[in-house]
């Protein structure tokens, strides 16, 4: 063996050696850290579009100021979001506090993923601040599994000049009304049978946004999609519902929207389309048109849907769920839901922060917000349980299918028939 790979072999020994002093050192740093008596917690959110992100940034750093013993870290995950929160539960690497969409909740709750909050919450004088038909869409079981991070629901845009010029004075109440609506607002000014104008979009697409738009209307039939935890698609009122929507269809007075993609609001500002379906987290409230909104019009009775954001618990440890409940206690907060409201355009679900001035000046300068606050009251909600994604799939498919010319009738059945032979297994 050789003076100079000896030479070597020593520097090379040397550097292995430090390298793993740093490596000890640097990992003595990270348990300094974990043990400096701050319990660090790391939330995972979805929050869109950025600038609401940024509100929600800002409010989490007012927490940690406030609690120099809990600091929350929140993190923006991106997509596709469902696949990377359950790879992390089954890996038993969960963030401690999530925030995500209510109709995950039968899932999570079925892997053992969240905490109950019940007990909690009962023991919260905020509680009695929180909207009380908020909790239908947080409860599963008997439990109170999440609280709601903000709120709003559905009503029905429109270009308030169009209506003018159509001659139209009153906003619909009633379906038939509004059918008689939108066939007067839709036109075709140089005779080709193709209207430049229409009165109305409807969103075309098996996803949840369509589902999700098609809802008021079921609940105002008096329909629904889930009897005793079952599926239940082939009621009379979700047949109403659907043969309303077609009906607007063979009228010619609505135009389909690109598939998935209801929610784009280009043809309503550009004035093609007289009303459109969304809530007030439209960029309608921020562009330059002229707007207002009316409720969804009526059937059997009122009825809109809850569009709400919530946040879990995750199982971890007794220390790390009771720090994460105190961050929730601050989101259910007057201060925490007055600032993001008016920061989002959501709406604050403390009643108190709702009847706040500063919430009451928002709603002055933006005075469509105050019919989503009066339309809470006939607010419905979106099953919860854990097969709502293949009952939404098989919905979404039968919504699709009746828009494209199917009856009512069968695409219900088609689709109630696939869930039976699913639903179980």
Avoid at 250 to 276: C, H, N, T, W
Avoid at 300 to 313: E, N, R
């Amino acid at each position: 063996m050789t003076a100079s790979f000896l030479s070597t072999w020593r520097r090379l020994y040397l550097v292995i050696v430090l390298s793993l002093c740093l490596i000890f050192l640097s990992g003595c740093q990270d348990i300094a850290k974990q043990n400096d008596g701050v319990i660090h917690l790391s939330l995972w959110q979805t929050i869109n579009p950025p600038a609401n992100r940024d509100v929600f940034e800002k409010l989490v750093d007012k927490f940690n100021q406030a609690h120099p013993d809990i600091q929350v870290e929140s993190i923006f995950i991106g997509q596709p979001q469902l696949p990377k929160i359950l790879t992390a539960v089954v890996g038993n690497a969960s963030p401690d506090i999530l925030s995500f969409d209510p109709q995950t909740t039968g899932q999570f709750a079925e892997l053992g993923a969240i905490r109950p909050l019940e007990e909690w919450l009962e023991k919260l004088p905020l509680k009695s601040e929180v909207i009380p038909n908020l909790f239908e869409e947080l409860s599963l079981n008997g439990h109170l599994w999440s609280v709601p991070l903000y709120t709003a629901n559905l009503g029905i845009f429109y270009r308030p000049k169009l209506f003018q010029a159509a001659g139209i004075t009153e906003t619909p109440k009633t379906w038939e009304e509004l059918r008689q609506v939108a066939q007067k607002l839709t036109i075709d000014r140089n005779g080709d049978n193709r209207p430049e104008q229409y009165g109305m979009l409807l969103p075309l697409g098996k996803q949840e946004w369509t589902v999700f738009s098609w809802f008021p209307f079921l609940l105002s039939s008096g329909g629904e999609i889930i009897t005793n935890n079952k599926p239940n698609l082939t009621n009379q009122g979700a047949i109403n519902a659907l043969q309303f929507w077609q009906d607007l269809i063979k009228d010619g007075s609505v135009i389909l929207s690109p598939p998935e993609r209801g929610y784009e609001e280009d043809a309503f500002i550009a004035g093609r389309v007289a009303m459109q379906i969304t809530g007030p987290w439209t960029y309608i409230m921020k562009s330059n048109v002229d707007y207002q909104v009316f409720p969804i019009p009526a059937n059997v009775g009122p009825a809109t849907v809850t569009a709400t954001g919530v946040l879990y618990v995750m199982k971890t440890t007794p220390a790390r769920e009771q720090a994460a409940l105190k961050f929730l206690e601050y989101v259910l907060s007057e201060e925490f839901q007055k600032e993001w409201s008016i920061g989002t355009g959501f709406l604050p679900v403390n009643l108190k922060a709702a009847q706040s001035e500063a919430f009451q000046e928002f709603i002055r300068e933006k005075p469509a917000l105050k019919l989503f606050v009066e339309q809470m009251s006939v607010a419905g909600t979106r099953p919860i349980i854990a097969g709502y994604s293949r009952l939404s799939d098989s919905l979404g498919r039968a919504i699709e299918a009746t828009l494209l010319g199917e009856s009512p009738q069968k695409a219900l059945k088609t689709a109630q028939e696939r869930l039976e032979l699913i639903w179980n297994n």
